[in-house]
């Protein structure tokens, strides 16, 4: 069974940056579509960016296009997260979830496995 685990998190000042990784384990990645999600508290998780299976496709929330930019390397099973120009409205836990189907809404969420997340705040 495909295994996540989300590492790369910490608190950053406004402005910085973060890459955030998402490894997985028990199968090949190069089988499923990755999808990044956050969750601030007290807020509804929100999808933030999602790639294809080969990586050819990718979706942002409008909030972070320009900033975040999400790549795979499906030799080393991991997928990213880069994020740069960080705001304090970027403070959340941050999933990745991982899928056969690849959608190009970023928000979908039918993503079968799912990460325990990882904290990231934006603070100075």
């Known amino acids: 069974q495909l295994q996540l685990v989300e590492s790369g998190g910490g608190l950053v000042q406004p402005g910085g940056s973060l890459r955030l990784s998402c490894a997985a384990s028990g199968e090949t990645l190069d089988d499923y579509a990755i999808g990044w999600f956050r969750q601030a508290p007290g807020k509804e998780r929100e999808g933030v960016s999602s790639?294809?299976?080969?990586?050819?496709?990718?979706n942002y929330a409008e909030s972070v296009k320009g900033r975040f930019t999400i790549s795979r390397d499906n030799a080393k099973n991991t997928v990213y997260l880069r994020m740069n120009s960080l705001k304090p409205e970027d403070t959340a836990v941050y999933y990745c979830?991982?899928?056969?189907?690849?959608?190009?809404?970023?928000?979908?969420?039918?993503?079968?496995?799912w990460g325990q997340g990882t904290q990231v705040t934006v603070s100075s």
């Open positions: 790639i294809s299976h080969s990586g050819d496709s990718t």
């Open positions: 979830a991982a899928g056969l189907y690849f959608s190009s809404n970023v928000y979908y969420t039918g993503y079968p496995y």
